[in-house]
């Protein structure tokens, strides 16, 4: 018991530690949601209670991030809005034709949010549907329902509005970019443990401090603040395969501060030379520069001094071709290269891939239970149920059960110890909006800072505010009856029970399964993008292109969300899950590297403006890129066990026979192709042997997949 009390003690202490930004972007969100609060109170516009939640995570680490949630916020609510009001009007006054009606809103609010390309969207018009539905159930005249209906979709975008112009307020004080910063941050710990070593001098408590932290908090906020962000798909991939590979060296530099006093004379040079690339980086990523490369060594052994050396210089390296190649990039070369300006309405596969059916059905039929039981009951008060198996409806059992446990702690803290405990202490001393205000804004910081915690933590924050805002903001009054509060944990538990009768036993998906098929997909799919383009049309080849680097994109946050889930996950094969989390985990960054070479390549196979090449390389780059893909292939294969070797590249393709380039292309350009092939064979080659160790052939017919 007081192992586990400590475990979540320092777990807390960890998730809750303030970082660079973190104040900042609490004080926005918290003035945001307190100021719909006053003018929602203020002219009793109903549904401010959700009006209030949404204005409270709405904002994002830039402008422009925040301008698109807003849009994609409102677009979805007044979709929803028009829906509702039209098919509810259509079914009125037939109780078996409202009842299928609500059926199919269910499936499609499902269906959407696994099938839209614009997940924002698909979550605000599934979460504006499901709130209005039991209005439509109440027995008041039907223009009142038309109104109230409305006033959820004005409320709503009244709340972004107002957090809109706050980002646009406070965008004058904001002097630092958060990602950049937390960046710099972990480059320059690196550095300092480093430079330690080199100089022969202890490590200062600060610096151990920070690796710990660091490297104990991971980069889950740092992709989380990527994605908010307003970079366009492009600078996205390059900005994620940048995080991983920084999360990386921060994981391996902290466990070398140990052996600060075992490193000898002849081993310091090469730990100043990497010390000197990482304070290179630095710069580069405060200028927007190509870093300066200081001979850096990608193929040196570990010191016996300095375990992992090797490791720390090779993922140095690709830090830096990753930050040459995202500053060095060039958005004219051929449009649609690298963005298409538009996202796709559907996510790839939308209609051909039966797992989008099968998650509508499942989250419709856990919803509809929920519908059906609680008009049965004559009980309106519990339609939370519905609004909980929405939030908490994910693809696997392990991430459902994750956002299962936050949002009923967030409905017990927010519910019941801080809304009940407020009727009963706070709110009968209270007599006007100025008190209620205190008292709303204590709840919001409480709130905001759990909110702007990591994936792991984050969620509960949502739910503590939302559930007080269901309590205390659904009527204009102090509430004097404890059954509200009781009504919205009870519906919360009923939504909660249904989604693990549903999900977890009707085509349910282990995390640990998933985690490993899309870690798989992804290989099979890096060895499609190697083989690009099909097309002799440049401009399709090009958008054929971009299509698959958004699919791979996608598919290495899906394995990062999946790995989460797999620690909510317990049974027989929970230690055979985490050991395979952990490879992937340690493999996600090199081929998140491998990926950008990749789309490097492919500006030479199309032989884009700038990358051309002669015909004779050309000829043998298909013949190696074809090679380099069947590594991938068989890497795959081996991890499902369905291949007991791995192919290497034959000798004469490998990238030291790369032929001469006699004819035509610049010696730099000469230069960036060799050495761009080369890093493409060490990554290849280094992520195909540890494939081939951490999966020998003696134990790939008992390592399938589970069903």
Same mark, same amino acid.
């Given at each position: 018991?007081?192992?586990?009390?400590?475990?979540?003690?320092?777990?807390?202490?960890?998730?809750?530690?303030?970082?660079?930004?973190?104040?900042?972007?609490?004080?926005?969100?918290?003035?945001?949601?307190?100021?719909?609060?006053?003018?929602?109170?203020?002219?009793?516009?109903?549904?401010?209670?959700?009006?209030?939640?949404?204005?409270?995570?709405?904002?994002?680490?830039?402008?422009?991030?925040?301008?698109?949630?807003?849009?994609?916020?409102?677009?979805?609510?007044?979709?929803?809005?028009?829906?509702?009001?039209?098919?509810?009007?259509?079914?009125?006054?037939?109780?078996?034709?409202?009842?299928?009606?609500?059926?199919?809103?269910?499936?499609?609010?499902?269906?959407?949010?696994?099938?839209?390309?614009?997940?924002?969207?698909?979550?605000?018009?599934?979460?504006?549907?499901?709130?209005?539905?039991?209005?439509?159930?109440?027995?008041?005249?039907?223009?009142?329902?038309?109104?109230?209906?409305?006033?959820?979709?004005?409320?709503?975008?009244?709340?972004?509005?107002?957090?809109?112009?706050?980002?646009?307020?406070?965008?004058?004080?904001?002097?630092?970019?958060?990602?950049?910063?937390?960046?710099?941050?972990?480059?320059?710990?690196?550095?300092?443990?480093?430079?330690?070593?080199?100089?022969?001098?202890?490590?200062?408590?600060?610096?151990?401090?920070?690796?710990?932290?660091?490297?104990?908090?991971?980069?889950?906020?740092?992709?989380?603040?990527?994605?908010?962000?307003?970079?366009?798909?492009?600078?996205?991939?390059?900005?994620?395969?940048?995080?991983?590979?920084?999360?990386?060296?921060?994981?391996?530099?902290?466990?070398?501060?140990?052996?600060?006093?075992?490193?000898?004379?002849?081993?310091?040079?090469?730990?100043?030379?990497?010390?000197?690339?990482?304070?290179?980086?630095?710069?580069?990523?405060? *200028?927007? &520069?190509?870093?300066?490369?200081? +001979?850096?060594?990608?193929? $040196?052994? %570990?010191? @016996?001094? /300095? #375990?992992?050396?090797?490791?720390?210089?090779?993922?140095?390296?690709?830090?830096?071709?990753?930050?040459?190649?995202?500053? *060095?990039? &060039?958005?004219?070369?051929?449009? +649609?290269?690298?963005?298409? $300006?538009? %996202?796709? @309405?559907? /996510? #790839?596969?939308?209609?051909?891939?039966?797992?989008?059916?099968?998650?509508?059905?499942?989250?419709?039929?856990?919803?509809?239970?929920?519908?059906?039981?609680?008009?049965?009951?004559?009980?309106?008060?519990?339609?939370?149920?519905?609004?909980?198996?929405?939030?908490?409806?994910?693809?696997?059992?392990?991430?459902?059960?994750?956002?299962?446990?936050?949002?009923?702690?967030?409905?017990?803290?927010?519910?019941?110890?801080?809304?009940?405990?407020?009727?009963?202490?706070?709110?009968?001393?209270?007599?006007?909006?100025?008190?209620?205000?205190?008292?709303?804004?204590?709840?919001?910081?409480?709130?905001?800072?759990?909110?702007?915690?990591?994936?792991?933590?984050?969620?509960?924050?949502?739910?503590?505010?939302?559930?007080?805002?269901?309590?205390?903001?659904?009527?204009?009054?102090?509430?004097?009856?404890?059954?509200?509060?009781?009504?919205?944990?009870?519906?919360?538990?009923?939504?909660?029970?249904?989604?693990?009768?549903?999900?977890?036993?009707?085509?349910?998906?282990?995390?640990?399964?998933?985690?490993?098929?899309?870690?798989?997909?992804?290989?099979?799919?890096?060895?499609?993008?190697?083989?690009?383009?099909?097309?002799?049309?440049?401009?399709?080849?090009?958008?054929?292109?971009?299509?698959?680097?958004?699919?791979?994109?996608?598919?290495?946050?899906?394995?990062?969300?999946?790995?989460?889930?797999?620690?909510?996950?317990?049974?027989?094969?929970?230690?055979?899950?985490?050991?395979?989390?952990?490879?992937?985990?340690?493999?996600?960054?090199?081929?998140?590297?491998?990926?950008?070479?990749?789309?490097?390549?492919?500006?030479?196979?199309?032989?884009?403006?700038?990358?051309?090449?002669?015909?004779?390389?050309?000829?043998?780059?298909?013949?190696?890129?074809?090679?380099?893909?069947?590594?991938?292939?068989?890497?795959?294969?081996?991890?499902?066990?369905?291949?007991?070797?791995?192919?290497?590249?034959?000798?004469?393709?490998?990238?030291?026979?790369?032929?001469?380039?006699?004819?035509?292309?610049?010696?730099?350009?000469?230069?960036?192709?060799?050495?761009?092939?080369?890093?493409?064979?060490?990554?290849?080659?280094?992520?195909?042997?540890?494939?081939?160790?951490?999966?020998?052939?003696?134990?790939?017919?008992?390592?399938?997949?589970?069903?």
């Amino acid at each position: 018991m007081g192992g586990s009390l400590t475990w979540l003690w320092e777990f807390l202490r960890q998730e809750l530690t303030p970082y660079r930004g973190r104040t900042s972007l609490v004080i926005r969100m918290v003035t945001a949601s307190t100021l719909t609060m006053i003018v929602g109170v203020t002219f009793q516009i109903p549904y401010t209670a959700f009006a209030a939640i949404f204005a409270l995570s709405l904002s994002r680490e830039s402008i422009e991030g925040t301008r698109k949630a807003a849009y994609a916020l409102v677009v979805g609510s007044a979709l929803a809005g028009v829906y509702v009001v039209v098919g509810a009007i259509l079914v009125l006054g037939n109780p078996m034709l409202r009842l299928l009606w609500v059926g199919a809103t269910l499936f499609l609010a499902f269906y959407g949010l696994s099938a839209l390309g614009n997940y924002t969207v698909a979550a605000r018009f599934a979460y504006v549907t499901v709130i209005t539905i039991p209005l439509w159930d109440s027995h008041i005249p039907t223009e009142s329902k038309v109104a109230s209906t409305l006033w959820a979709v004005g409320a709503i975008s009244l709340g972004s509005l107002i957090t809109l112009l706050t980002e646009v307020a406070f965008a004058g004080f904001r002097r630092t970019d958060q990602w950049n910063a937390a960046i710099l941050e972990r480059l320059g710990s690196v550095e300092d443990l480093l430079t330690c070593f080199a100089n022969s001098d202890p490590v200062p408590e600060a610096t151990r401090s920070a690796m710990v932290r660091l490297a104990t908090v991971g980069i889950s906020r740092l992709r989380e603040v990527l994605q908010r962000s307003g970079y366009n798909a492009q600078r996205k991939q390059e900005m994620g395969t940048l995080v991983a590979l920084v999360g990386r060296l921060v994981d391996i530099a902290a466990n070398l501060a140990q052996f600060s006093n075992r490193v000898t004379d002849d081993d310091r040079s090469r730990i100043r030379t990497v010390a000197g690339n990482i304070a290179e980086m630095r710069l580069a990523v405060m *200028s927007g &520069t190509v870093p300066r490369s200081i +001979g850096l060594s990608v193929e $040196g052994e %570990a010191l @016996p001094g /300095v #375990p992992l050396l090797g490791e720390i210089e090779r993922t140095v390296s690709l830090i830096r071709a990753v930050l040459s190649g995202a500053q *060095s990039a &060039t958005n004219d070369a051929l449009p +649609g290269f690298y963005d298409r $300006g538009q %996202a796709a @309405p559907l /996510v #790839p596969g939308a209609l051909s891939d039966p797992e989008h059916v099968k998650f509508a059905l499942r989250g419709c039929l856990a919803a509809g239970l929920c519908y059906i039981i609680y008009n049965a009951l004559f009980w309106p008060g519990i339609s939370t149920a519905i609004t909980t198996c929405l939030l908490t409806a994910l693809t696997t059992i392990g991430a459902s059960h994750q956002k299962q446990f936050l949002r009923f702690a967030g409905a017990i803290l927010g519910g019941l110890v801080i809304g009940i405990g407020s009727q009963v202490f706070i709110l009968p001393n209270i007599d006007s909006i100025g008190g209620f205000t205190v008292l709303f804004i204590a709840v919001a910081v409480l709130s905001a800072w759990i909110a702007t915690s990591s994936p792991r933590l984050s969620y509960l924050g949502a739910q503590i505010v939302a559930a007080f805002c269901l309590i205390n903001l659904q009527e204009f009054k102090f509430q004097t009856s404890l059954a509200v509060a009781r009504d919205r944990v009870v519906g919360i538990l009923l939504g909660l029970f249904m989604m693990w009768l549903v999900f977890d036993f009707l085509w349910s998906a282990p995390a640990g399964v998933a985690m490993k098929r899309a870690f798989v997909s992804g290989l099979r799919l890096l060895a499609q993008l190697a083989r690009e383009p099909m097309s002799q049309d440049i401009r399709v080849a090009s958008e054929r292109s971009y299509a698959l680097r958004e699919t791979i994109h996608t598919q290495f946050d899906t394995v990062r969300s999946l790995a989460d889930g797999v620690l909510f996950e317990f049974g027989p094969s929970r230690q055979q899950d985490l050991a395979l989390r952990n490879r992937i985990r340690q493999w996600q960054p090199q081929l998140r590297a491998l990926f950008l070479m990749r789309i490097a390549s492919l500006k030479y196979r199309l032989q884009l403006p700038g990358f051309e090449l002669p015909e004779s390389v050309r000829i043998w780059q298909r013949q190696y890129d074809d090679h380099s893909a069947d590594i991938l292939s068989d890497m795959a294969d081996r991890i499902e066990g369905k291949a007991l070797e791995i192919r290497p590249i034959p000798p004469g393709f490998a990238a030291s026979a790369l032929p001469h380039l006699t004819d035509g292309g610049s010696i730099e350009q000469v230069s960036s192709f060799r050495a761009l092939i080369g890093g493409i064979e060490r990554l290849t080659s280094d992520v195909a042997e540890q494939v081939a160790r951490d999966y020998p052939a003696s134990e790939q017919r008992s390592d399938v997949f589970r069903k």
